[in-house]
C-alpha cells in the first residue's frame, strides 16, 4: 500500500500513530537561523571521516523536489529506471519487443505477485527506505514486504559461483567521498522497473553513492547486462532526507486482493 494511503488508514486509529513513533523527533539535525532544519548543511561524517549515510530516505518526486523541478521525467523511476536515460537502454534484438509484451502484461512482474522487486528497485520504490552503517557494512531497509539489502564493506570479493537471490551480492570500497557498490549474482528473471526492462543472471550493477549535504542522497546506477543490452548504461537520481519518521510495517500479501485483476 502506498505511504499516503497508510498515512490515511493511521489517521483512524490513534494508537497506531504511537506505535510507529511517527513526529518522533529525529536527533541532532542542524537548523537555520529561524529553527527550521537546513537540509543544505555539511555531510555528517562518520569517526573515520567517511560520509555518513545513515538514515531515513524517501524519493524525488514533484511533491518534494522544492519547486526545482523542471524535468518531466522526476520521479517516473519505479516506472521505467531508463526515462531519463537518452535514447533508451541499448537493447540487444529482440529485447524491446520482450519490454513491450511485459508493459502489455503487468501481471507478470514480480511485483503484482507481492514478490520482492530486486536491489535496483530499492532506490525507485515509492516506500521509504532506512541506511544503517558501519564500518564493516551498509544495511539497507526497506518498508515494502519487511525486506533488507546488505552490502559488505570488509574487504571480502564477490562470490564466483552464487546461488542467485533477488537483491544479489554486493561488495563495496570507498572512493574518496564517493561509495562503490559492485552487484552481481542476480535471479535470471528480475524486472528493473514496472516498465520490464529485463536484468539476468548474468547483469551486474554499479552504484556510486554519494551524499553531497545534509539533506540529499545521489545515487548513480550502471547496469551491465551482456544477455540483455549491447553497452552497460548509467542512471542518475537524487533522494531526500526523510525526518521525525520511521518506517512502517508492510506486508504486500497481507489482505492482498488485486493479483486476480491484474492484467485483464
Known amino acids: 500500500m502506498p505511504r499516503l494511503a497508510s498515512a490515511f488508514i493511521l489517521a483512524a486509529f490513534t494508537p497506531a500513530l504511537f506505535a510507529q ?18 537540509l543544505t548543511a555539511p555531510t555528517p561524517r562518520t569517526a573515520d571521516g567517511h560520509p555518513d549515510f545513515t538514515g531515513m530516505w524517501g524519493w524525488e518526486s514533484f511533491a518534494n523536489c522544492l519547486g526545482k523541478c523542471n524535468d ?25 519487443d520482450l519490454v513491450k509484451a511485459r508493459t502489455r502484461n503487468q501481471v507478470e512482474d514480480p511485483n503484482v505477485h507481492c514478490m520482492p522487486r530486486g536491489a535496483p528497485r530499492i532506490w525507485t520504490d515509492d516506500y521509504y527506505k532506512r541506511i544503517i552503517q558501519t564500518p564493516e557494512r551498509f544495511v539497507i531497509l526497506t518498508e515494502r514486504n519487511i525486506q533488507y539489502r546488505q552490502i559488505f564493506l570488509d574487504g571480502r570479493p564477490l562470490p564466483v559461483d552464487p546461488n542467485p537471490t533477488w537483491n544479489g551480492y554486493s561488495t563495496a570500497k570507498w572512493d574518496g567521498d564517493t561509495l562503490v557498490v559492485q552487484t552481481a549474482g542476480f535471479r535470471d528473471d528480475l524486472w528493473l522497473d514496472a ?62 486482493k488485486d493479483a486476480a485483476h491484474m492484467g485483464k
Do not use: H
Open 72 to 96: 518531466g521525467q522526476i520521479g517516473r523511476e519505479f516506472m521505467n529506471i531508463a526515462s531519463n536515460l537518452k535514447g533508451g537502454p541499448p537493447y540487444k534484438p529482440g529485447v524491446a
Open 195 to 256: 516498465n520490464g526492462n529485463p536484468l539476468s543472471n548474468t547483469g551486474k550493477m554499479t552504484e556510486r553513492i554519494q551524499r553531497p549535504n545534509y539533506g540529499t542522497l545521489q545515487i548513480e546506477i550502471t547496469i551491465d547486462d551482456p544477455k540483455y543490452y549491447t553497452a552497460p548504461w548509467t542512471i542518475q537520481m537524487k533522494q531526500p532526507l526523510i525526518l521525525d519518521s520511521e518506517l512502517l510495517d508492510y506486508y504486500c500479501l497481507e489482505n492482498e
Open 21 to 38: 513513533w511517527l513526529d518522533y523527533p529525529t536527533a541532532n539535525v542542524p537548523k537555520t537561523p529561524d529553527g527550521k532544519p537546513n
